[in-house]
C-alpha cells in the first residue's frame, strides 16, 4: 500500500510515502471510500486514533442503541445488510457488519494513530500528515505525506460538552452520552438527562427501565416520533411535534428524527418526566427557567456530537471553523466523507464520488509516482520542511 521512506526526518518522526489516498479515520466513511477504491484496484492507507474500527459505535454508544433510519439507508456500498437483520439493526449488528465489510474489503488500517497535524506543502505539492501513536513506555510520532488526503472523522468526534451555570458545582457524576453503556448502576436514582433528542429518549427509558427516576430536560420542540399509531397530542406533555416528516427532516436540516421505542409512554405514566431548561445547577438540585428545583443524584448529557477537524487540519477554505466542509472536494486533492449531516446515506453517497473523482485522475498520479526522482525530491523537501 505504501513505500517507506528509509530515514527519520529532522524530527526524528519516521517518514512515509503513501501511493495513493490517505484515509483519516476507520469509520463508517473511511470504511466506505476504502471499499470503492478497492474496487478499482486503487491502494489507499487508513489511520485510525482508536484500536479498533468504528470506535465510536464500539466505545461510545450505549448498549440499547439501534440505527434510527431503516436499514435501506444506512448499508454501505457495495455490502448490503444481511436479509436477516430487521428493519433498525441493533449496536451489535451494526458492529458485526461493518467488521465483515472491512473484511470483505480487506481494508486494514493502522490503529492508534493520533493526527496531530496536516498540512498541505506548497513547495512540494503534497500533504504532510503528522500523527502520534503512543503506548505505556513508547511514543513515537509518523509523518505521511500524500497526494490526496480524505478526511473521514465524521459529525460526531467528539461529545459536546455546554457551559451551564453551576455544573462545575454539582457534588454528583456528570457523563457525557458517549460514556454511558447501560442503567444498571442507576437504580434508585435521580437523573437529568440534558436533551431530547434519540439519545436523551433512549438513555431516559433505559434509565426508567433500571428503575431510576429520569427527568429529561426539552428546552425546544421535539423532533418528530416515528411511530405505527397516533399518540395524541404530545403538547399535553411538554412536547411539541415539527412539521416536517422524519426523512424530510433529515435531508432539509440534517436532524436525526426521533423514534420512539417505549419512551412516550413513560412520559404518559409519569415514569419518565419531561422538564423545561435549566437556570443553573446547585450541589445537589437544578433549577429551571420556570422556577422549580428538581433534587438529582447524576446529569447525563445528551448534548450531541461536533467535529474535531478544527484541531488538526490546518487549511481555512474547504473546511469551515465548525469542522464541516463545504461540499465533498477542496484543492490540493482534499476530499470529506460522512460531513453531509445526511447520515450514513450521505456518508455511501460520498464515498462513491470520492473514489470515482480519484479514480479519474489515478492513472496520472501513478504515472508521476514512477518517476525515479520522487525519493530524491521527497528527501529534499523532508530537510526544509
Not at 416520533?225 to 432539509?252: A, E
Not at 422538564?275 to 447525563?300: C, Q
Not at 465533498?328 to 470529506?336: N, Q
Request: charged fraction near 20%.
Amino acid at each position: 500500500m505504501c513505500n517507506f521512506i528509509g530515514e527519520n526526518n529532522f524530527f526524528g518522526r519516521r517518514c512515509v510515502w503513501v501511493n495513493g489516498p490517505l484515509i483519516v479515520g476507520a469509520g463508517p466513511s473511511g470504511l466506505a471510500v476504502s471499499a470503492c477504491l478497492r474496487e478499482q484496484g486503487i491502494p489507499f492507507v487508513v489511520i485510525e486514533r482508536s484500536d479498533c474500527i468504528a470506535s465510536l459505535w464500539q466505545k461510545h454508544t450505549y448498549d440499547r442503541v439501534k440505527l434510527h433510519l431503516p436499514k435501506k439507508f444506512c448499508q454501505l456500498p457495495r455490502l448490503p445488510f444481511p436479509q436477516e437483520y430487521p428493519e433498525y439493526p441493533s449496536k451489535k449488528q451494526f458492529i458485526t457488519y461493518l467488521e465483515n465489510y472491512a473484511e470483505t474489503f480487506d481494508i486494514k488500517p493502522h490503529f492508534n494513530e493520533c493526527v496531530l497535524s496536516a498540512k498541505y506543502d506548497e513547495a512540494c505539492h503534497f500533504w504532510r500528515v503528522v500523527t502520534v501513536s503512543k503506548t505505556d513506555l513508547t511514543r513515537s510520532e509518523t509523518e505521511y505525506m500524500c497526494q490526496m488526503l480524505v478526511v473521514a472523522t465524521g459529525e460526531n468526534a467528539e461529545g459536546v460538552v455546554p457551559e451551564i451555570d453551576g455544573l462545575e458545582e454539582f457534588s454528583g457524576e456528570v457523563i457525557h452520552v458517549k460514556d454511558y453503556k447501560s442503567g444498571k448502576s442507576y437504580n434508585g436514582k435521580k437523573v437529568l438527562v440534558v436533551g431530547c433528542g434519540n439519545s436523551g429518549m433512549e438513555v431516559s427509558l433505559d434509565l426508567s427501565n433500571h428503575n431510576a427516576k429520569p427527568s429529561m430536560v426539552v428546552r425546544s420542540s421535539l423532533l418528530l416520533i416515528l411511530t405505527w399509531f397516533i399518540l395524541g397530542n404530545t403538547q399535553n406533555y411538554g412536547i411539541k411535534r415539527p412539521s416536517l416528516g422524519p426523512l424530510q427532516l433529515k435531508n432539509h436540516h440534517g436532524k436525526t428524527p426521533v423514534l420512539d421505542i417505549g419512551a412516550f409512554q413513560k412520559i404518559r405514566s409519569g415514569d419518565i418526566t419531561v422538564v423545561p431548561g435549566i437556570k443553573r445547577f446547585n450541589r445537589n438540585s437544578v433549577d429551571l427557567v420556570n422556577g422549580e428545583t428538581v433534587d438529582i443524584d447524576s446529569v447525563v448529557l445528551a448534548t450531541g456530537y461536533r467535529s474535531n477537524v478544527p484541531y488538526w487540519l490546518q487549511e481555512t477554505e474547504f473546511f469551515a471553523k465548525n469542522g464541516f466542509p463545504n461540499g465533498w472536494k477542496g484543492k490540493h486533492g482534499l476530499y470529506a466523507s460522512g460531513f453531509t449531516r445526511k447520515g450514513l446515506a450521505g456518508a455511501s453517497a460520498d464515498a462513491i464520488k470520492i473514489s470515482q473523482d480519484i479514480g479519474k485522475g489515478w492513472k496520472e498520479v501513478s504515472n508521476k509516482n514512477k518517476n525515479k526522482q520522487k525519493v530524491p525530491t521527497l528527501r529534499r523537501c523532508i530537510s526544509t520542511f
